[in-house]
């Protein structure tokens, strides 16, 4: 299953991702997936509100996210998939979805978060859950925005311990 894009962003749906990466890829569909909006009749209208008309947009909770990635039926050439952390993606996996590769987009400053990068701050936790997920063979790349560097998730770590 090819993903057009699973990213993860701390701020779900914004300007970035609406702007910069669907309209750079010609998206026609952005998936959040995030528990808690999930369950917040006002976030999920929020977020949803973000999304332009010619692209359609839906929030899913993690359970429904996981099923929906399984079933192969479904096409995700053209959709974006964003959810807020490397947690998220650790209980997909674990879930049985498979997720070849993560576009990491921005984790940003929180008491106990190191700088890795302008747009990528990570405690212990977060780093933890991202090593369980490349153990399952999900390769991650840092990249904020379209015309960015990719720097692959693997080589920034090591480089930083």
Not at 54 to 67: P, T
Not at 74 to 82: A, E, G, L, M, Y
Not at 98 to 124: A, C, M, P, T, W
């Amino acid at each position: 299953m090819d993903i057009q894009l699973f990213r993860i962003d701390d701020r779900l749906i914004h300007g970035q991702v609406v702007i910069g990466w669907a309209s750079c890829l010609n998206t026609k569909k952005i998936i959040l997936c995030d528990d808690s909006v999930y369950g917040n009749e006002w976030e999920k209208e929020l977020y949803l509100s973000c999304v332009p008309e010619n692209i359609c947009s839906s929030i899913l909770n993690v359970k429904d996210m996981s099923n929906y990635l399984k079933d192969e039926s479904n096409d995700f050439r053209s959709t974006i998939i964003v959810v807020n952390s490397p947690k998220v993606v650790e209980k997909l996996i674990n879930l049985g979805a498979q997720i070849k590769k993560v576009n990491i987009g921005g984790i940003h400053f929180n008491d106990g978060r190191e700088k890795y990068l302008s747009y990528l701050y990570l405690n212990d936790d977060d780093i933890e859950s991202f090593k369980r997920s490349m153990k399952c063979g999900t390769r991650f790349e840092c990249q904020d925005i379209p015309s960015g560097k990719k720097i692959p998730f693997e080589e920034l770590i090591s480089k930083k311990n």
